[in-house]
């Protein structure tokens, strides 16, 4: 292995990486301090459900006709290259992630409101089969393609029942200066093909409504996969599941207010499940006060689980009787 010299330094004293690194971070800093520091307060409002127009910096980064996306990106970038050139062993303050084909990079979050900026390698992508899957989250999503080209699928959930969505799949070209914007849980977009590099910059709101994020084989709108439509539930869906394996039966009220709270009808549900093993008896009564409940959305397989159980396990009705 060969061990460059400037590496070969840093193992004797790290003090001037340490010093480069905070350099990289007082420029950030400083962007967070003018423009960044913005688009931070106003994602806040954004996330909390205000209007894109109501929000100058936000609205003008997504207007059509306005450089103001150019404008703002070229600044960061251009402070950070500048740094980076200087030290080339730092790393960036911002949060990203890349892989092959895909790299994305987070401008600024708040809340549920996340803006990022995305580049998609066109070279890489083309290894890649032909899209197979689309899913749709329960997301709001704002996209203006700052440069590059492609050609994609515009792909609209017109409905499901029974495990099967229908879809339809259109062609959509992509061009330098495009605006859109997607309501998640009915719209997708799945790139086919992009020339050279397509950089795009995403402003995305998370709805907290409940749902799930839904994906469906795109050749018959077979579902293939659903999960909690925001980390909060899906970290309580994993912490029940883990209470259920670990048999902590002192968990089971807990699990059974959970499971009787209004919110994500798949956490709340995940919950009951656990519960009722946990403690079968807890577990029914809290199943039964769902059955009951002739708003709750869970009511009516509430209801028929309830009549599985007394089939298979008689003694439950004197746990919690019918009140009929």
Do not use: K
């Given at each position: 292995?060969i061990?460059?010299?400037?590496?070969?330094a840093?193992?004797?004293d790290?003090?001037?990486q340490?010093?480069?690194q905070a350099?990289?971070?007082?420029?950030?800093?400083?962007?967070?301090?003018?423009?960044?520091?913005?688009?931070?307060?106003?994602?806040?409002?954004?996330?909390?459900g205000?209007?894109?127009?109501?929000?100058?910096?936000?609205?003008?980064?997504?207007?059509?006709?306005?450089?103001?996306?150019?404008?703002?990106?070229?600044?960061?970038?251009?402070?950070?290259?500048?740094?980076?050139?200087?030290?080339?062993?730092?790393?960036s303050?911002?949060?990203?992630?890349?892989d092959?084909a895909?790299?994305?990079?987070?401008?600024?979050?708040?809340?549920?409101?996340?803006?990022?900026?995305?580049?998609?390698?066109?070279?890489?992508?083309?290894?890649?089969p032909?899209?197979a899957?689309?899913?749709?989250?329960?997301?709001e999503?704002?996209?203006?393609?700052?440069?590059?080209?492609?050609?994609a699928?515009?792909?609209?959930?017109?409905?499901?029942e029974?495990?099967?969505?229908?879809?339809?799949v259109a062609?959509?070209p992509?061009?330098?200066?495009?605006?859109?914007?997607?309501?998640?849980?009915?719209?997708a977009?799945?790139?086919?093909?992009?020339?050279?590099?397509?950089?795009?910059?995403?402003?995305?709101?998370?709805?907290?409504?409940g749902?799930?994020?839904?994906?469906?084989a795109?050749?018959?709108?077979?579902?293939?996969?659903?999960?909690a439509?925001?980390p909060?539930?899906?970290?309580?869906?994993?912490?029940?599941?883990?209470?259920?394996?670990?048999?902590?039966?002192?968990?089971?009220?807990?699990?059974?207010?959970?499971?009787?709270?209004?919110?994500?009808?798949?956490?709340?549900w995940?919950a009951?499940?656990?519960c009722?093993?946990?403690?079968?008896?807890?577990?029914?009564v809290?199943l039964?006060r769902?059955?009951?409940?002739?708003?709750?959305?869970?009511a009516?397989?509430?209801?028929?689980l309830?009549?599985?159980?007394?089939?298979?396990?008689?003694?439950?009705?004197?746990?919690?009787?019918?009140?009929?």
């Amino acid at each position: 292995m060969i061990v460059r010299p400037e590496l070969q330094a840093l193992r004797g004293d790290d003090a001037p990486q340490r010093q480069a690194q905070a350099a990289v971070r007082d420029v950030y800093e400083a962007w967070r301090a003018g423009p960044g520091g913005q688009a931070e307060c106003e994602l806040a409002s954004f996330g909390r459900g205000a209007d894109l127009d109501d929000l100058p910096l936000l609205s003008a980064l997504f207007a059509p006709d306005d450089d103001a996306a150019d404008r703002f990106v070229g600044d960061l970038v251009a402070r950070l290259l500048a740094r980076l050139a200087d030290d080339p062993l730092t790393q960036s303050p911002l949060r990203f992630s890349s892989d092959e084909a895909a790299t994305t990079l987070v401008l600024a979050r708040a809340g549920t409101a996340v803006l990022t900026l995305h580049a998609i390698d066109g070279t890489a992508l083309a290894r890649r089969p032909a899209p197979a899957l689309v899913s749709f989250p329960p997301a709001e999503t704002f996209e203006r393609i700052l440069r590059g080209s492609a050609e994609a699928w515009l792909v609209t959930l017109l409905g499901s029942e029974g495990g099967r969505a229908r879809l339809t799949v259109a062609e959509q070209p992509v061009r330098p200066g495009d605006l859109s914007r997607r309501i998640g849980q009915r719209e997708a977009r799945l790139l086919r093909r992009v020339e050279g590099t397509l950089v795009s910059l995403r402003l995305q709101r998370r709805c907290e409504t409940g749902e799930v994020t839904r994906e469906y084989a795109l050749a018959d709108g077979t579902l293939l996969h659903q999960a909690a439509g925001c980390p909060r539930d899906s970290r309580l869906e994993l912490a029940a599941a883990l209470l259920g394996r670990m048999e902590r039966s002192d968990a089971a009220p807990l699990l059974a207010a959970m499971a009787e709270e209004r919110g994500s009808p798949a956490l709340r549900w995940q919950a009951l499940r656990e519960c009722l093993a946990l403690d079968s008896a807890a577990g029914f009564v809290a199943l039964c006060r769902i059955a009951r409940a002739p708003d709750d959305p869970l009511a009516v397989p509430a209801g028929a689980l309830r009549a599985q159980l007394l089939e298979a396990h008689p003694q439950l009705s004197g746990v919690c009787p019918c009140p009929a």
